[in-house]
T-cell receptor, first 111, second 116 residues
Framework: GDSVTQMEGPVTLSEEAFLTINCTYT??????LFWYVQYPGEGLQLLLK?????DKGSNKGFEATYRKETTSFHLEKGSVQVSDSAVYFC??????????FGEGTQLTVNP | DAGVIQSPRHEVTEMGQEVTLRCKPI?????LFWYRQTMMRGLELLIY????????DSGMPEDRFSAKMPNASFSTLKIQPSEPRDSAVYFC??????????????FGPGTRLTVL
């Protein structure tokens, strides 16, 4: 079945550092891929998405590129801020409406 | 739009009591999802509806859990009787449709349930 694997957290960075959170997936065909972010005490918010191979999703300085050849959708940001501290979830939607989520990666950014 | 609305935001109850969680999806969204989030199991899909009809309830843990969607603007998740292991944050989400242009799910703020 479909699955999503994220790099284990927690991740702790200093402000302005470069961020990468790895995400790989297992699915047949061409699923839609998502990154969601969850701030403390809140629900998940869509950060970015990509729907086909080589698409790049971007939002708020975050980027992720849909790599079919490596079945990956790694999240990157060039310069993180304290306000980026949150839990980040990679997810895929294959057929139907069901989303499959990764385990989540806790990011803490220190000033 | 106000987004997905959930109530209550927090619920504390005693083991054996009935608990009802409520959700109002975004107007016009045809899909509604119920999730449970715990530290041990992460984010789990419990059930989802399309046009008020349950499509996939394979994630519902046991018969103590039931979900209904009597109309397009309201859904409930009921636990009867509740147990301490049901303590979790329960999220409701909605989306327009199942294809790439419409499949973004929008989440509510969640209900934090504590069963003593």
């Amino acid at each position: 079945g479909d699955s999503v694997t994220q790099m284990e957290g927690p991740v702790t960075l200093s402000e302005e550092a470069f961020l990468t959170i790895n995400c790989t997936y297992t699915a047949t065909g061409y699923p839609s891929l998502f990154w969601y972010v969850q701030y403390p005490g809140e629900g998940l918010q869509l950060l970015l998405k990509a729907t086909k191979a080589d698409d790049k999703g971007s939002n708020k300085g975050f980027e992720a590129t849909y790599r079919k050849e490596t079945t990956s959708f790694h999240l990157e940001k060039g310069s993180v801020q304290v306000s980026d501290s949150a839990v980040y979830f990679c997810a895929l939607r294959h057929s139907g409406s069901r989303l499959t989520f990764g385990e989540g990666t806790q990011l803490t950014v220190n000033p | 739009d106000a987004g997905v609305i959930q109530s209550p935001r927090h619920e504390v109850t005693e083991m054996g009591q009935e608990v009802t969680l409520r959700c109002k999806p975004i107007s016009g969204h045809d899909y509604l999802f119920w999730y449970r989030q715990t530290m041990m199991r992460g984010l789990e899909l419990l059930i989802y509806f399309n046009n008020n009809v349950p499509i996939d309830d394979s994630g519902m843990p046991e018969d103590r859990f039931s979900a209904k969607m009597p109309n397009a603007s309201f859904s409930t998740l009921k636990i009867q009787p509740s147990e301490p292991r049901d303590s979790a944050v329960y999220f409701c989400a909605s989306s327009l449709g199942p294809v790439a242009s419409t499949d973004t799910q929008y989440f509510g703020p969640g209900t934090r349930l504590t069963v003593l």
